[in-house]
């Protein structure tokens, strides 16, 4: 039905056009999103709490993992973080399915919620394990009492629950940042803004819903409560799926647009096929369609970009294509429109920038892993209570939330007044770049850390934890900058990627995010490999050996800090390089200094 047969009757056509979204999104029901019946921040609250929940669940597994796997499952310290980089990776990994189904077939509303289901069924299933399997004898796995041996299936059903926990928060996540900021209309001026500003909320949700995880549950699992803190995890998760569920009539939709491997093959199969021909000099005699919109589900023209020429040859339309079109036999195979060739266009020009992520996640995921390693073999207690390591990512929370508002309230107004009249604050490309600034400084604090915490430890202890007299409150920065980082990267990260990507892949610019991660935790868990293999030898048990009293685990931050400096040159090389995607109906002006890097 069209929007002008929703609308009341008696109005002007005007002001019929206007109850509607312009973006193309459309109800429950397929027909066109009337914008006071569905979307905006009715839909986007219950979006953000869902977020927080499921959150929440996943962190009750992730946050204390690497002490599960050390104190129940007995594996050393390298081991374990090795294991939890690794299980981390395939979350995000999981990320670029969930986004693949979504773009291409299911739309992100089922996807969605199909993974929330394989979410819950997963945690269940370890909550189930761990009870009845893993935590024998009763308590174990806390500072003091060990954990018995396990046979291999109890530790293959193990690794299958958290696998499972993986597949579905993966598959979830990249689409439930996409589908919050579907329901605001970029195309409005109000909607637009909201827009913006849900990428920072939605990042604020994932934070304090993982507060409760790093406090509470982290305090109870670090007590050896491992069960309960998994079954708690699970009850957020299935509140989440039912509260995602209850929203459903509210939500706007955007259609899946088709398998877009496909569209990009017939790119790149169409411009080989003609390699030798001469292009014209006159771009306006490339193949395109008539009207604002593509073929693909009314997705949105993209203009013509001069980079990666080659690729236009896929856009010329020779004779033999003049005559196909007469014919109506035209392959896709051989001429592939404007719109097309740029989506294969888009997706090159953010490889670089995704690419100088990567180092930057390496550093992120040490506050799971090392970090938390680092902190148990500090003093953990005050006065006769017990801090649990894994809890002093809380203080990452309280960053994130102070500098979300710092930057929202303070830094971007001041940013945009100092700029030129009508100009935004600091743009997506210049925030990812201080985030990369303050992760070196996070590194660096962490190694300064380090050094002082060897100073006052006892290097004989036969156990590392609680060997240093040095309080665990000496972690603070550390985990502070690395809030802040995550805050200008991860926040910048998210709007930057759903910006750029084109109206049928806006999943996928969510999973190169996700994926940055995965990335990243795999190349921390080959670099900490490598590290311990060159740094062990007979006399010398390497940087981050099972005694972190006898390692130099300050040598290792102070080499992320090294890798992650020539990674910010690179990437300002590369930021300073990229082109913005432009759409018709938007100025090359407005959408360049949305995304420029200047300094």
């Known amino acids: 039905m069209a929007c002008l047969e929703v609308c009341k009757e008696g109005k002007l056509k005007e002001e019929q056009e206007e109850a509607c979204t312009q973006d193309g999104s459309v109800d429950w029901h397929g027909r066109p999103a009337i914008k006071a019946k569905s979307g905006q921040w009715t839909a986007g609250i219950i979006i953000l709490l869902n977020q927080g929940l499921a959150t929440l669940a996943f962190f009750g597994v992730g946050v204390n993992l690497v002490l599960f796997l050390t104190r129940v499952l007995d594996q050393n310290n390298a081991e ?3 294991n939890v980089s690794k299980w981390t990776g395939t979350v995000y990994i999981f990320s670029l399915v969930g986004a693949f189904l979504s773009d291409s077939y299911w739309g992100r509303y089922k996807t969605c919620a199909i993974f929330q289901v394989i979410f819950v069924i997963g945690l269940v299933s370890l909550s189930l394990s761990s009870y009845l399997f893993l935590i024998r004898p009763r308590g174990c796995g806390n500072q003091e009492m060990p954990c018995g041996s396990h046979s291999g299936l109890e530790i293959t ?12 928060n993966g598959g979830y996540q990249p689409n439930i940042a996409t589908f919050g900021a579907d329901q605001f209309d970029e195309d409005d001026p109000k909607e637009g803004h909201s827009k913006v500003a849900f990428f920072s909320y939605f990042y604020l949700a994932l934070n304090l819903g993982s ?5 509470i549950l982290g305090y109870f699992e670090d007590e050896g409560m491992w069960a309960l803190g998994f079954w708690a995890s699970a009850g957020s998760a299935l509140a989440a799926l039912v509260l995602f569920l ?25 411009a080989i096929r003609k390699c030798s021909v001469d292009m014209p000099p006159d771009t306006d005699e490339l193949y395109d369609i008539d009207g604002n919109y593509s073929s693909m589900n009314g997705n949105r023209k993209i203009l013509h970009t001069d980079e990666f020429k080659f690729l236009d040859r896929a856009a010329y339309i020779s004779t033999r294509d003049v005559e196909e079109q007469k014919k109506g036999t035209h392959s896709m195979w051989r001429l592939c429109p404007v719109t097309q060739v740029e989506e ?6 953010l490889l670089p920038i995704w690419l100088c992520t990567i180092i930057y996640s390496v550093v992120f995921t040490q506050m799971a892993s090392l970090f938390v390693e680092q902190g148990a073999a500090m003093k953990t207690t005050v006065s006769n209570f017990r801090i649990p390591p894994a809890s002093m990512s809380s203080f990452d929370i309280l960053s994130v939330a102070l500098f979300i508002f710092l930057y929202r309230r303070v830094l971007d107004p001041l940013v945009a007044r100092i700029k030129k009249k009508g100009s935004r604050g600091l743009t997506e490309l210049q925030r990812m770049g201080i985030g990369l600034v303050i992760a070196i400084m996070a590194m660096v604090s962490a190694g300064i850390v380090e050094c002082y915490r060897l100073k006052h430890a006892d290097k004989d202890c036969m156990h590392c934890e609680g060997s240093s007299s040095l309080s665990i409150f ?28 084109p109206d049928g892949l806006k999943s996928f610019g969510s999973a190169l995010c996700m994926t940055s991660i995965s990335l990243g935790n795999y190349v921390s868990s080959l670099l900490v490999t490598m590290v311990m293999k060159i740094s062990t030898e007979d006399h010398m048990p390497g940087w981050i050996p099972g005694n972190l009293n006898k390692g130099h685990l300050d040598w290792f931050y102070f080499l992320l800090a090294g890798l992650t400096t020539i990674d910010l040159i690179v990437y300002i090389a590369c930021a300073r390089w990229y082109k913005s995607i432009k759409l018709e109906g938007k100025t090359a002006e407005n959408i360049d200094d949305q995304v420029s890097f200047k300094l």
């Open 246 to 270: 209850a929203g459903t009539t509210r939500y706007r939709h955007f259609k899946p647009s088709g398998n877009p491997l496909s569209r990009f093959s017939q790119v790149l199969v169409a």
């Open 211 to 215: 507060l409760f995880s790093n406090t």
């Open 157 to 168: 059903l193990f690794y299958l629950s958290i696998y499972l926990v993986a597949l579905g």
């Open 474 to 501: 000496w972690q603070v920065p550390q985990y502070a900058f690395i809030g802040a980082s995550e805050v200008f990267m991860y926040v910048g990260q998210l709007e930057f990627f759903n910006a750029q990507t």
């Open 344 to 349: 294969v266009k888009c997706v090159l020009r």
């Open 80 to 82: 374990a973080a090795n």
